[in-house]
């Protein structure tokens, strides 16, 4: 069970939007930036979002973060096929000194 | 640009200890601002970290409750890498491990290591 709880999945159809839950509490993200990644299986994980709302370079804007007290979001517009990936949340654990990384979120665009 | 480059075998016995090391470029090991990381993924337990090591004035680390037991991640300056080792692997420990650089997120991963343990 981890520390971070996303859905385990979500869907949307292309061109929409969707948004990704991250929850964790006071000790994680009510005190630490929030990042997120994507992972296609047998690729290597890609760095979405920094410092809860930041892009690195070459990310597009479709993609876009927010952090509000113990819960974070991810948002991803104009779905695209090539989208479909796993979502994972990580941030530092202040109690433990450690990473946590939420579950894992499966998008599906049908 | 940053560039890291894993190397290990690929297969592990149960009860053995499983090795790999991250080779470095465009960067330090011992770089006051970096911290280097390893990184498992599995499809029963998603992402996973596993510690990390640093240098600020002097070396440090981290390790994740779950291994802390049996992990040991160590620079090597002469070489400019670092390893990782699992002691007392079980099939549990199967994944895919990735070493990557970052504080608390990581911009830049290795290719990836299938570490599988069997007998």
């Known amino acids: 069970q981890s520390v971070l709880t996303q859905p385990p999945s979500v869907s949307a159809a292309p061109g929409q939007k969707v948004t990704i839950s991250c929850s964790g509490s006071s000790t994680n993200i009510g005190k630490n930036y929030v990042s997120w990644y994507q992972h296609v299986p047998g690729t290597v994980p890609k760095l979405l979002i920094y410092d809860n709302n930041k892009r690195p370079s070459g990310i597009p804007d479709r993609f876009s973060g927010s952090k509000s007290g113990r819960s974070a979001t991810l948002g991803i517009a104009g779905l695209q096929t090539g989208d479909e990936a796993d979502y994972y949340c990580?941030?530092?654990?202040?109690?433990?000194?450690?990473?946590?990384f939420g579950g894992g979120t499966k998008l599906t665009v049908l | 640009q940053v560039q890291l480059r894993q190397s290990g075998p690929g297969l592990v016995k149960p009860s053995q200890t499983l090795s790999l090391t991250c080779g470095i470029s465009?960067?330090?090991?011992?770089?006051?601002?970096?911290?280097w990381n390893w990184i498992r993924q599995s499809p029963s337990r998603g992402l996973e970290w596993l510690g990390r090591t640093y240098y600020r004035s002097k070396w440090s680390g981290n390790y994740a409750v779950s291994v802390k037991s049996r992990i040991i991640i160590n620079p090597d300056t002469s070489k400019n890498q670092f390893s990782l080792q699992l002691d007392s692997v079980t099939p549990e420990d199967t994944a895919v491990y990735f070493c990557?650089?970052?504080?608390?997120?990581?911009?830049?991963w290795g290719q990836g290591t299938l570490v599988t343990v069997s007998s």
């Open positions: 990557a650089r970052g504080d608390q997120y990581f911009d830049y």
């Open positions: 465009g960067d330090s090991v011992s770089s006051n601002s970096a911290v």
């Open positions: 990580g941030t530092w654990e202040s109690s433990l000194s450690v990473v946590v």
